[in-house]
């Protein structure tokens, strides 16, 4: 079974995801980095882009946005939806999914890497969103 039936479901979880997630302590790292994460998924397809230089004061430490281009993330991530599905269960080495070309990373790698110990808490919002928003339909 897909990790998704179609971007728009993919939409919905992130939203609500980066909705729960924009005063966590990864977004506040990288919102304190002024770092702009970008995700470009296919089958199905969604660039999922999360902000961090962009919020103004008053607003949540990052701002997640969909299939925009600006502002132009520091670091790109490719992956099937599949393999980012996995990464936000929490179920995929990283590291070893760029080794193997399951990901392909473009921009500011290291840098980016340096927030995935804050990761943890994002894949338990995650897979709470994925259950309350498409019971029955992770792979």
Same mark, same amino acid.
């Given at each position: 079974?897909?990790?998704? $039936?179609?971007?728009?479901?993919?939409?919905?979880?992130?939203?609500?995801?980066?909705?729960?997630?924009?005063?966590?302590?990864?977004?506040?790292?990288?919102?304190?980095?002024? +770092? &702009?994460?970008?995700?470009?998924?296919?089958?199905?397809?969604?660039?999922?882009?999360?902000?961090?230089?962009?919020?103004?004061?008053?607003?949540?430490? +990052?701002?997640?946005?969909?299939?925009?281009?600006?502002?132009?993330?520091? &670091?790109?991530?490719?992956?099937?939806?599949?393999?980012?599905?996995?990464?936000?269960?929490?179920?995929?080495?990283? +590291?070893?999914?760029?080794?193997?070309?399951?990901?392909?990373?473009?921009?500011?790698?290291? $840098?980016?890497?340096?927030?995935?110990?804050?990761?943890?808490?994002?894949?338990?919002?995650?897979?709470?969103?994925?259950?309350?928003?498409?019971?029955?339909?992770?792979?």
């Amino acid at each position: 079974m897909a990790a998704f $039936k179609n971007s728009e479901q993919m939409r919905e979880v992130f939203a609500e995801v980066g909705r729960r997630a924009a005063q966590s302590a990864a977004a506040q790292a990288l919102y304190d980095a002024g +770092m &702009v994460v970008a995700f470009a998924y296919r089958d199905p397809d969604l660039v999922l882009l999360m902000d961090g230089r962009t919020p103004g004061e008053g607003d949540p430490a +990052m701002i997640m946005r969909f299939d925009a281009a600006e502002p132009a993330p520091d &670091v790109t991530f490719t992956c099937s939806a599949e393999v980012g599905h996995r990464f936000w269960c929490g179920d995929l080495d990283v +590291m070893s999914a760029l080794a193997r070309g399951e990901i392909t990373a473009r921009g500011s790698i290291s $840098k980016a890497l340096r927030l995935l110990p804050l990761m943890p808490p994002l894949y338990e919002e995650y897979r709470s969103v994925r259950e309350a928003l498409a019971p029955g339909d992770s792979p």
